[in-house]
């Protein structure tokens, strides 16, 4: 045996056959040089020094020096000296590298797949895709399933939490977790990443707009040029969860001087259809928005609104923006106009409600026109009582939308 350096691979000519340099420094390590003239790099060994030889190919010469493949080799009879076959490895990083190169393997593939056979099926599913594709898909959708660490899940989570709250950390952090969960019941070798995470402790929203920031938000929908704008109206004057409105469908209302908007059981949260009065002011709101497709509340005339945070932020960047115009009429340098304090879309239900309950409303009125399953009608009082309190609703609806146009002056 001889030292494999550069000067004897380059000296070497090929033969009829393959022929063989090998290393008198690694055992085992040495030159092949086929007849076509490749030098290519190779370690022979046998497992626990018995059985039959195998042969690992360790790289081309040109790719590798003589002295950078001698290291490898070196290593690899650690390796083999501690009972890992190089071969076996080499097979699963190969097979896990076509894993990661199948789009099926990415974490697009598999939003794909759980929305297709479990979300699919689930009432909230809808929404827990609309989430995964909002935040994580852009995040993570080219990379490989088993290469997202909990760090990488940590990370995402705090981003979200930075932009929407802890409500919104909660909410993608269950959406993640029983995505993997699901992934890894059909694959056990795939580590769920957001497993025992923890949510955040939040106490109770009980955020209600003041008039004072009802007026401010009614005034700035009337400034920006946007769908939203008539949106969030709705949302105040008929207390109806964010998602029902926004997908609102005109075949649901059937007509602009109709004064029932039917929300169909697999629109509503409890999966029970819903009938909503409309008040002249909701109205007044609905016979203002042109009809360009199905949708009431669409960009596209062919489905209905998303991006709620981006209008959400133009609209508080407006409520400031007035704000500051007020201030500057008023002269005086000790006021200084604040951004508006934090709210959310939701907390015009939660304000409907209350304003209802304030003048009188009564509240087993109020959760009927909320469409809320539980309450103060509850249990056999519940299954018997098939009053509807329509003529109750339709009042309410009126006194809230009477409330609402004495603040903005309508």
Known sequence: MVAITKRLIDTT????????????????????????????????????????????????????????????????????????????????????????????????????????????????????????????????????????????VIELLDDIEDRGG???????????????????????????PATKLTMNTVKERERVLSDFEIREIWTATGQLVSVFCPFTRLLLLTGQRRTEVSEMSWSEIGGPDDAVWTIP?????????????????????????????????????ETPISGFSKFKSSLDKTILTLRLKAVEKIKDPEKVARPPERWTFHDLRRTAATIMAKRGVPPHVVERLLNHVSGTISGVAKIYNRHEYWAERCAAVETLGDYVSQIVKL
């Open 13 to 152: 000519p090929p033969g009829r056959k393959d022929g063989f340099l090998w290393d008198d420094d690694v055992r085992g390590f040495g030159l092949k040089i086929t007849p076509g003239g490749r030098r290519i790099f190779i370690l022979q060994y046998r497992m626990a020094g018995r059985g039959t030889p195998h042969r690992y190919t360790i790289g081309e010469y040109g790719s590798l020096t003589p002295v950078q493949a001698r290291g490898i080799a070196a290593d690899l009879r650690h390796q083999i000296a501690k009972g890992a076959d190089p071969r076996l490895d080499k097979i699963e990083k190969a097979k896990e590298a076509e894993r990661q190169a199948d789009p099926a393997n990415t974490i697009g593939g598999l939003i794909e797949a759980y929305a297709e056979k479990h979300l699919s099926k689930l009432k909230s599913g809808a929404e827990v895709r609309k989430l995964l594709d909002r935040e994580v898909q852009p995040a993570w959708g080219a990379t490989a399933t088993t290469l997202i660490t909990r760090r990488d």
């Open 166 to 192: 802890p409500y919104a950390r909660n909410h993608a952090t269950a959406a993640i977790r029983q995505m993997f969960n699901w992934a890894s019941a059909r694959d056990p070798e795939l580590p769920n």
């Open 265 to 301: 059981a697999a629109r509503t949260k409890n999966g029970i259809a819903h009938e909503v009065p409309l008040s002249p002011a909701a109205l007044a709101v609905l016979r203002g928005i042109p009809r360009l497709g199905p949708f009431v509340f669409t960009t596209d005339s």
